[in-house]
T-cell receptor, first 116, second 112 residues
Framework: GQQLNQSPQSMFIQEGEDVSMNCTSS?????WLWYKQDPGEGPVLLIA?????ELTSNGRLTAQFGITRKDSFLNISASIPSDVGIYFCAGNGLIPGGTSYGKLTFGQGTILTVHP | DGGITQSPKYLFRKEGQNVTLSCEQN?????MYWYRQDPGQGLRLIYY???????QKGDIAEGYSVSREKKESFPLTVTSAQKNPTAFYLC???????????FGQGTRLTVV
């Protein structure tokens, strides 16, 4: 099946630092999504990307859909303690009617720890 | 309130018993998904449904079954054939396939 490789697996940073994480895939996706999960809760959508090359911001968060459709990154600027959590990328298949269309696949997650 | 409701939040079952996890949405979404999450792991897709009365196996469907008889409901049955059923189960929905999905709060299933 499709594989999403997300890196880094974990990050330990000081409050105020910027953070960058990325996802790569062996398959082409037509949608890239970024989620944050707090312990014991469901993931919450942060940013959705639909177009190759698209760069989208949501407050201190910025994400880009790679031009090859096989990668995406998420940046968090000026981190704060409440940014702590697990960040997931997710991708959805390209071809309507194809075997991977509508199959939302997730990366392994990046665990972010922010020290005050 | 509109949203996705999973119930119960915590569920305990004896080994060998089938158990059904509930997922209901009132967002009028066509697509629904079930994921399994193990401690420190990512989300693995069990089943997904793009439209009512239709569903497809995900990456780890063995030992699970689903139905999609109503647009708003997508229950997941964890059968006794599932070797390691203890996990955190997450349901999601999206207005259509290949767009952003929104998650419920999850059900933590413990089999003893």
């Amino acid at each position: 099946g499709q594989q999403l490789n997300q890196s880094p697996q974990s990050m330990f940073i000081q409050e105020g630092e910027d953070v960058s994480m990325n996802c790569t895939s062996s398959s082409i996706f037509n949608t890239w999504l970024w989620y944050k999960q707090d312990p014991g809760e469901g993931p919450v959508l942060l940013i959705a990307l639909y177009k190759a090359g698209e760069l989208t911001s949501n407050g201190r968060l910025t994400a880009q859909f790679g031009i090859t459709r096989k990668d995406s990154f998420l940046n968090i600027s000026a981190s704060i303690p409440s940014d702590v959590g697990i960040y997931f990328c997710a991708g959805n298949g390209l071809i309507p009617g194809g075997t991977s269309y509508g199959k939302l696949t997730f990366g392994q997650g990046t665990i972010l720890t922010v020290h005050p | 309130d509109g949203g996705i409701t999973q119930s119960p939040k915590y569920l305990f079952r004896k080994e060998g018993q089938n158990v059904t996890l509930s997922c209901e949405q009132n967002l009028n979404h066509d697509a629904m998904y079930w994921y399994r999450q193990d401690p420190g792991q990512g989300l693995r897709l069990i089943y997904y449904s793009q439209i009512v009365n239709d569903f497809q196996k995900g990456d780890i469907a063995e030992g699970y079954s689903v139905s999609r008889e109503k647009k708003e409901s997508f229950p997941l049955t964890v059968t006794s054939a599932q070797k390691n059923p203890t996990a955190f189960y997450l349901c999601a929905s999206s207005i259509s396939a290949a767009v952003e999905a929104f998650f419920g709060q999850g059900t933590r299933l413990t089999v003893v």
